[in-house]
């Protein structure tokens, strides 16, 4: 499955997973400082843009670790951030050996809340297994489908390291919002008539502005921002 088709498959399955919980204002904007954080509660995981690039080509947004080589974090490490209800399934299509993905909503993120869902790294054998070991699956979208492990296979999930993040927020964005955030991308591009990818490679960050729906922030480590610019360069007519 390529990297386009693995975003899509992300972002269809958080959408069967229920209505959003509305937190904050509608351009993302902070609560006063005296409710941003009760006292005596664990620190909650950090906000979309706050996102800490590191030498080594990793990075550490919302309170996890992106990187494609040792110290990424877990799925493991996503459920102990997020609690127990965190879903973790495979989305395959026909064919296809799928990816492993682990779905948060709410997810809550200091005054922010939207969808998240998290893609780990898995081989093909792997996933294989997984699939065929599932106790259900269901229909996503068009063929696509989402197997739900069988118990005695979370563990070998949740052991997997992550390797992207999407996150679908509650509050709109406009392009104001998006440059006071995250700052001047490095590249603006447009594609399929209502999408702007807001590109930020030292950050690993494409923001997608989405005029006839919801925005999406795809996170990988900057290391591997090729995941998320290439397939867009591909889609770009010559000239």
């Given at each position: 499955m390529n990297k386009v088709a693995i975003l899509a498959g992300m972002v269809a399955g958080s959408l069967l997973l229920g209505t959003l919980v509305v937190v904050g204002g509608d351009r993302m904007k902070?609560?006063?400082?005296?409710?941003?954080?009760?006292?005596?509660?664990?620190?909650?995981?950090?906000?979309?843009?706050?996102?800490?690039?590191?030498?080594?080509?990793?990075?550490?947004?919302?309170?996890?670790?992106?990187?494609t080589g040792p110290g990424a974090s877990t799925l493991a490490d996503v459920r102990r951030l997020f609690g127990a209800e965190v879903q973790v399934a495979i989305i395959a299509a026909p064919g296809e050996a799928?990816?492993?993905?682990?779905?948060?909503?709410?997810?809550?993120?200091?005054?922010?809340?939207?969808?998240?869902?998290?893609?780990?790294?898995?081989?093909?054998?792997?996933?294989?297994?997984?699939?065929?070991?599932?106790?259900?699956?269901?229909?996503?979208?068009?063929?696509?489908?989402?197997?739900?492990?069988?118990?005695?296979?979370?563990?070998?999930?949740?052991?997997?390291?992550?390797?992207?993040?999407?996150?679908?927020?509650?509050?709109?964005?406009?392009?104001?919002?998006?440059?006071?955030?995250?700052?001047?991308p490095a590249r603006r591009v447009k594609s399929n008539g209502h999408l702007e990818h807001f590109l930020y490679p030292d950050k690993g960050l494409d923001v997608i502005l989405d005029s006839e729906g919801k925005e999406l922030l795809q996170y990988v480590a900057p290391a591997a921002f090729e995941q998320l610019s290439a397939p867009l360069a591909a889609s770009q007519p010559p000239g």
């Open positions: 902070a609560p006063a400082p005296e409710a941003s954080q009760a006292a005596g509660t664990e620190p909650a995981p950090g906000l979309p843009w706050q996102i800490e690039a590191r030498p080594d080509g990793s990075s550490r947004v919302m309170g996890l670790t992106l990187s799928g990816s492993l993905e682990a779905f948060v909503d709410p997810a809550q993120l200091g005054f922010v809340s939207g969808k998240l869902v998290v893609t780990a790294k898995l081989d093909d054998a792997t996933l294989k297994g997984l699939r065929e070991r599932a106790i259900k699956s269901d229909f996503m979208e068009s063929a696509t489908r989402k197997y739900t492990l069988a118990p005695e296979d979370e563990a070998l999930a949740l052991r997997a390291p992550i390797a992207a993040l999407s996150f679908i927020p509650q509050a709109r964005l406009d392009v104001d919002a998006i440059l006071a955030r995250f700052g001047q």
